[in-house]
């Protein structure tokens, strides 16, 4: 059964498409008919293959940003030199084919009996798979200590932002924190500046909590982060990382 589970991921398949909603005005969250799909883990991404009519193919890889209970849902961000999330943010439409294959990765997944606690770091649009861990947890009723800290360019850029601020609101264990870097309405109260070490000496778990982290974002995103976090006193070990750098589009 193993066996034949590796092999049913590596092996392309196409959804139907059931459906798409606006995240921000360069991101769309994709939802696919969960019929012929096999399950995935909070965290696990899966690679999208495009064809073009000469028989030309790209293929990208794109985080699942769906809890495990929810069925399949991609958020792409439009890239404007990119080959495939123009093609997903702007023309595809319900009832139409997308052939991926996965999922895929088993380094960066939460599972909800993880006690936690549990930091996670995200740059624009590597929000996506921590929002899968955020959702997870919400789906199976975890109690695990969970903080978000999210940093996006302005408050239009936030992927989320209503559900992000319903989780804010509830009250039930989970923290977000957000900064905005390059504009921030009238009466922001959160933070506006780049993470670095200070931000993150304000906002992280003490390192003797031992804390579990998952950072994703463009990779210098990623890198200042992590050695933000070591600097602090985190084992390198506890931090995992994804990073979106070269393989976007």
Not at 44 to 71: C, F, K, M, N, W
Not at 77 to 104: A, F, H, K, N
Not at 131 to 137: E, G, S, T, V, W
Not at 237 to 243: N, P, S, V, W, Y
């Amino acid at each position: 059964m193993a066996g034949t589970a590796v092999l049913g991921r590596l092996t392309w398949q196409v959804l139907q498409v059931a459906d798409t909603r606006e995240e921000t005005p360069r991101v769309r969250t994709i939802a696919l008919d969960p019929d012929m799909w096999a399950g995935h883990r909070a965290g696990q991404h899966v690679d999208v293959r495009l064809t073009a009519e000469d028989g030309y193919q790209a293929e990208r890889s794109y985080s699942i940003a769906s809890a495990p209970e929810q069925g399949l849902e991609l958020t792409v961000e439009r890239l404007d030199d990119g080959e495939v999330s123009p093609y997903l943010v702007d023309e595809l439409r319900p009832g139409d084919g997308l052939e991926l294959r996965g999922p895929i990765g088993g380094y960066f997944v939460w599972e909800a009996d993880d006690p936690g606690p549990v930091f996670l770091v995200a740059g624009g649009s590597g929000v996506v798979p921590l929002m899968a861990i955020i959702r997870h947890r919400i789906a199976t009723g975890s109690t695990t200590p969970m903080r978000l800290l999210y940093s996006s360019r302005t408050l239009e850029d936030v992927i989320y932002r209503t559900e992000l601020e319903g989780v804010a609101a509830a009250d039930n264990g989970i923290e977000i924190v957000q900064t905005l870097t390059r504009g921030q309405p009238e009466g922001w109260s959160g933070y506006s500046r780049r993470i670095d070490p200070d931000l993150l000496r304000e906002v992280a778990w003490p390192a003797g909590d031992r804390p579990t982290v998952y950072v994703c974002g463009a990779t210098t995103f990623v890198e200042a982060v992590a050695e933000g976090l070591v600097g602090l006193g985190y084992d390198p070990a506890t931090i995992k990382t994804e990073r979106y750098g070269g393989t976007g589009g």
